[in-house]
């Protein structure tokens, strides 16, 4: 593509602002959507593995160590270097890369699962169980919408780091996102690596914006109200009358 | 088989049977309990921390499994039944109230019934009556638990207990968390909800005087969860069993158990008053060392000495009085009423409030005297 001017941001916007790059089974539209769908079926694969388990230990305390050290170990792990060794171990298609990416999401979401239903008060979980509700009932109706905050946190860093890493899966195949910064720095075309870069960053931060809204809604009031709405109530009438009676004896 | 105890007097409607609880090979936490706790009454736990008292108490709704030994609910092994339906038979209350946060005050409250399976309106319609009967505004249900100040969330809690209407309450530390204005208005309600419901109650507290105002029986435990005495509060007061109880419940033991002394017969005197408008008024004058301050309605606003009757022109001027005694209370009120007086006259009201006289130490004094010399006949009698 040739270029008006050598400055790097006005190639990045011609490229941006170019309808050929919009259109097309290689256009912005149909990359963007092929990068949705890597993130998606990473992150559902990524949950059905982390949330079962994460519940499973914060509920009974059971093998948090192993789960410790076992998310430390997933973290070290490099991903570009997880896409090739899967590549090169399985075949040249779709899931070589999910599984290197199911590896980078699974250690945030573990975390935040983990320690979401770890940190619900313990007394309204001995309340809970003292009532007479069953294990099952105290996860489901207890301890996930008490943690779901922290919960749905470690989903929302997951995904995050998903949009921004599943460029690594251009390397093994051309698709999503990451095409743009592959070919970009192939060909030397400056307008066309930034460009991507961009568009990632863009769709991370509206993913990430989703996830919010999510977050906000899934979340009960009562757990960001602490503060009584004005005109607080009297606590009661009687205690009113306790309160006078002893200012009486002054 | 029954022994010959078991077959006399109604079924209890707890029974602790040769419970011991031991943790991990240390010395037991509860020491072979024995005891049976009365149907409709409240049974008070007390003792100082880590003597088995609310351990004791986790084990009749099974969140604590005895080591050995076996506790009867209504004459049924609470061992044999599943633990998450005995637990709904039985109201529950702890001293952080324990409300699930993501939830309405309404919705916590109906949480027992839902679980029974009564649909959502209908529990809901309970729930609201439930706010009444603890004193609690119904525009309050609508909130959640982080709205509320520490008192109502108790009050919460104590509906929530109720809600699925269970005949036993267990109640662990449910007023040590709060302010003592509000610990002493908790406890009168919790008395006055018992005159209607009669509910078998086991409360757990470590504050004596708590278990002597509320527990029909009181039942003092030892570090190393040894029952160490259980007997109606106003005998552990008088006869301690051991330096253990004489200890635990203190030195002023003797004047606590003034609270069981009714002090109907306490000689009320009439006394000189002046009403708040008269202050400003100068040519009033009293004649009294100490004449009661009272307002148009007759009640009593302090003292004012005669030697310092110049300077007083308003209430704020006035010396403060003491504790209130209300006519027909216990011998402990009248004497405090006296006691705290700078007057040394303990003012004496009617159940609106309103001064009818004073009453004397000295005079409180003889009658306690009185009362002990009778009951000294009564137990040389019962010895004979």
């Not at chain 1, 919960?151 to 890493?165: C, F, Y």
């Not at chain 2, 029974?15 to 009365?38: C, E, H, Q, W």
Request: charged share 20%.
């Amino acid at each position: 593509m040739d270029y008006s001017s050598s400055n790097l941001f006005v190639q990045m916007g011609e490229w941006l602002s170019d309808p050929v790059n919009w259109s097309g089974s290689r256009g912005i539209p149909m990359r963007v959507l092929e990068h949705l769908g890597y993130v998606g079926l990473t992150m559902l694969i990524a949950c059905a593995i982390a949330i079962p388990l994460g519940l499973f230990v914060g509920h009974t305390g059971r093998g948090r160590v192993l789960i410790v050290s076992g998310i430390g170990i997933l973290r070290a792990l490099p991903t570009l270097g997880m896409v090739f060794l899967f590549a090169l171990l399985f075949y040249r298609g779709v899931l070589p890369s999910v599984w290197a990416l199911v590896l980078l999401a699974v250690p945030p979401v573990l975390s935040g699962v983990y320690a979401g239903i770890s940190s619900v008060n313990r007394t309204v979980v001995d309340a809970a169980r003292s009532m007479g509700l069953t294990e099952w009932q105290i996860l489901f109706r207890v301890e996930v919408p008490n943690g779901l905050q922290v919960m749905i946190g470690g989903v929302r860093a997951g995904i995050l780091q998903v949009v921004a890493t599943a460029t690594v899966v251009a390397y093994a195949k051309a698709d999503g996102l990451g095409v743009f910064l592959v070919e970009g720095t192939q060909i030397n075309d400056n307008g066309r690596l930034f460009g991507g870069a961009v568009i990632i960053a863009v769709l991370a931060i509206a993913v990430d914006g989703l996830m919010a809204l999510i977050q906000k809604f899934a979340i009960s009031p009562g757990l960001r109200a602490t503060q009584p709405p004005a005109g607080p109530l009297k606590e009661s009438g009687r205690q009113e009358a306790v309160a006078s009676a002893q200012g009486g004896t002054t | 088989m029954t022994s010959p105890e078991q077959s006399s007097g109604p079924l209890p409607m707890i029974r602790f049977n040769g419970i011991t609880k031991t943790y991990d090979g240390g010395r037991p936490a509860v020491d072979d309990l024995s005891m049976d706790i009365d149907r409709g009454r409240i049974t008070v736990f007390v003792g100082p921390s880590g003597c088995g008292k609310t351990t004791s108490l986790r084990m009749i709704n099974r969140m604590v499994e005895p080591t050995s030994g076996t506790i009867l609910l209504d004459g049924q092994d609470v061992a044999l039944q599943k633990a998450a339906e005995l637990r709904r038979s039985m109201g529950y209350v702890m001293q952080s109230s324990g409300l699930m946060p993501h939830r309405s005050v309404i919705d916590n409250i109906a949480t027992v019934p839902r679980l029974n399976g009564v649909p959502r309106a209908e529990a809901r319609v309970r729930a609201k009556e439930l706010l009444d009967v603890v004193g609690l505004a119904s525009e309050l249900g609508r909130r959640y638990p982080g709205q509320l100040s520490g008192g109502q969330q108790q009050r919460v809690g104590v509906a929530r207990a109720l809600a699925a209407d269970p005949p036993v309450l267990l109640m662990d530390e449910p007023f040590s968390a709060v302010d003592p204005v509000v610990r002493a208005e908790l406890q009168e309600e919790l008395l006055r909800l018992q005159r209607d419901l009669a509910k078998t109650i086991v409360f757990v507290t470590h504050d004596i005087d708590e278990a002597t105002i509320l527990g029909d029986k009181v039942a003092v435990f030892a570090v190393g969860g040894r029952l160490a005495q259980f007997a109606a509060p106003e005998e552990i007061l008088r006869a301690p069993v051991d330096d253990f109880v004489a200890g635990f419940v203190g030195r002023d033991r003797g004047f606590r158990h003034l609270s069981f002394q009714q002090g109907d017969h306490v000689t009320v005197h009439p006394i000189e008053t002046i009403e708040v408008d008269q202050l400003a008024d100068p040519t009033v004058s009293v004649r009294s060392a100490w004449t009661l301050l009272v307002d148009a309605d007759g009640r009593p606003h302090g003292w004012v000495p005669q030697a310092t009757r110049g300077s007083i022109t308003t209430q704020a001027d006035a010396v403060p009085g003491g504790s209130l005694y209300t006519r027909g209370d216990t011998l402990r009120r009248a004497l405090d009423a006296a006691l705290s007086s700078p007057s040394g006259l303990g003012v004496a009201v009617d159940d609106d409030g309103r001064a009818i006289g004073i009453v004397r130490a000295a005079e409180v004094f003889e009658l306690i005297e009185g009362a002990r010399l009778d009951r000294g006949r009564a137990d040389h009698n019962t010895a004979v």
